[in-house]
């Protein structure tokens, strides 16, 4: 069996989690690694034996068949660009950009060229999220309450608007993605920011964003954001319907239906594995679980960008009815 021809772009953390889940494949073989520090890019490429490469560009003389792009949001766009030109299959972590802009012309570009692609919503891939779609299922979604309360995490772009994006961007991008799957397409966002940056020198973000949601349904939602704690205190959503109550996190469904109530523990590595191993299937033709491919990752990403640009402006902002993937 021939492997697959796996190259990363990026080698921080989360190209180092993709790292250890594609080693532990045995058709999956890392043939590059590239990375604007030189030192990050051979400490990760000498952990599997691959070579070193100047830039995406010179990358793509590895010959890989796919390219996992794990980069800051601020770096999105000339890697897609050079990777579609080149016809190879990218997996994009999240969120796709730092602004919608260059999410829509990647977008555009794929869509045109019919790459294979995925992004990283591996929330998707979790067995307590498949329970709450069955729970969900016949019964109409009234209320989802959002949240991700978090600490600054520790790279100096991330407070910095134009870098990051912002928190509702960077960080709620998984809980957005959710929202969605469950409780179909936004079509109105109304938010506020708390005006104050955290105490991080240079920050220009808001430290707290909140927001309401109006629903294609007719549902309605909330998201609160902030980053002002020392720890991930929680990230998920509760979900209303007619007689249930749902509590969804990383980790844990809680399921409240009628008098009975109970808990449902996960594995948050299991998502993080089937993500990736949906995406190498596809690239090998042996498979087609891709749940978040770029198109539908960038509605997700353009709630995201509206809710920022609502608490930037101070005015509700619509959104187009998409159809619910």
């Not at 809980?175 to 940056?197: H, K, M, N, S, Y």
């Not at 960008?305 to 187009?320: F, K, Q, T, V």
Request: aromatic fraction near 4%.
């Amino acid at each position: 069996m021939r492997r697959c021809r796996v190259a990363l772009v990026g080698a921080g953390n989360v190209a180092q989690r993709h790292a250890r889940v594609l080693a532990g494949f045995d058709d999956v073989r890392i043939v590059g690694v590239t990375d604007v520090l030189p030192a990050a890019a051979c400490k990760l490429a000498d952990a599997y034996d691959a070579p070193v490469f100047a830039d995406h560009t010179a990358l793509l003389a590895a010959e890989p068949d796919a390219v996992y792009v794990c980069v800051p949001p601020f770096a999105h766009g000339a890697v897609e660009e050079t990777l579609v030109a080149a016809g190879r299959p990218m997996f994009v972590e999240k969120p796709l950009a730092a602004d919608l802009v260059t999410a829509e012309r990647i977008a555009d570009r794929v869509a045109r060229d019919g790459l294979i692609t995925a992004v990283g919503h591996h929330w998707r891939y979790l067995e307590i999220v498949t329970r709450a779609r069955e729970l969900l299922d016949g019964r109409p979604v009234r209320l989802v309450n959002g949240a991700w309360l978090d600490k600054v995490p520790p790279v100096a772009w991330w407070v910095r608007r134009d870098r990051s994006g912002g928190p509702v961007v960077e960080q709620a991008a998984h809980v957005l993605d959710l929202i969605r799957l469950l409780a179909g397409e936004v079509t109105q966002v109304c938010a506020i920011g708390d005006g104050a940056p955290p105490a991080v020198e240079q920050a220009d973000i808001d430290s707290a964003t909140a927001a309401t949601l109006r629903f294609a349904s007719g549902a309605v939602g909330t998201l609160a954001t902030a980053c002002v704690l020392g720890w991930k205190h929680r990230a998920g959503l509760e979900v209303y319907a007619d007689g249930l109550a749902l509590g969804i996190g990383e980790d844990t469904l809680l399921v409240r239906d009628g008098g009975r109530q109970q808990a449902v523990a996960a594995d948050p590595e299991a998502g993080r594995v089937a993500v990736d191993r949906a995406f190498i299937d596809a690239v090998r033709g042996i498979g087609a679980d891709i749940r978040a491919p770029y198109a539908e990752a960038l509605r997700t990403h353009r709630l995201a960008c509206a809710i920022a640009a609502s608490a930037e402006r101070g005015s509700p902002i619509g959104l187009p009815e998409a159809p619910h993937a």
